[in-house]
């Protein structure tokens, strides 16, 4: 119940199915809760850019399966949208500037990562995104 928002921005991107596909995949997934911090109307006008959304959401997604054991290797990792994300383990788990909430939340095709924040690339310009 804590990633319906996630959800349903990937049914608006049209990527549930590409999800579902043999991956494997690991998913960085923001919460609810990070979702509505992002304002109504910015979120709004990402829903209505599909390009955009979809830059969005496939930086949320590693191809392969990192575990928690695997991220606590790394200072990087690279999305399937292109940019690579900042791994800190110095102080608990973030992913850029987000918290692993919970991780290794097992799937048939991967695994995800819970996050307390959207993730934005630097070539998406929603700025309200990441306040």
Excluded: C, W
Aim: aromatic fraction near 4%.
């Amino acid at each position: 119940g804590s990633l319906d928002g996630l959800r349903a921005v990937l049914r608006a991107a049209g990527l549930i199915d590409t999800l579902k596909g043999p991956g494997p995949f690991t998913v960085f997934a923001p919460t609810d809760e990070a979702f509505a911090k992002i304002p109504k109307a910015d979120l709004e006008a990402l829903l209505a850019d599909k390009a955009k959304l979809t830059k969005v959401l496939t930086y949320h997604v590693v191809a392969g399966k990192v575990m928690a054991a695997d991220v606590m290797k790394i200072k990087e990792a690279k999305t399937v949208e292109g940019q690579m994300l900042k791994i800190d383990t110095s102080n608990g788990v973030k992913v850029n500037n987000a918290k692993v909430v919970k991780a290794d939340v097992e799937a048939s095709n991967g695994v995800i990562h819970v996050l307390d924040a959207v993730l934005v690339p630097e070539s998406v310009d929603v700025a309200a995104l990441t306040s």
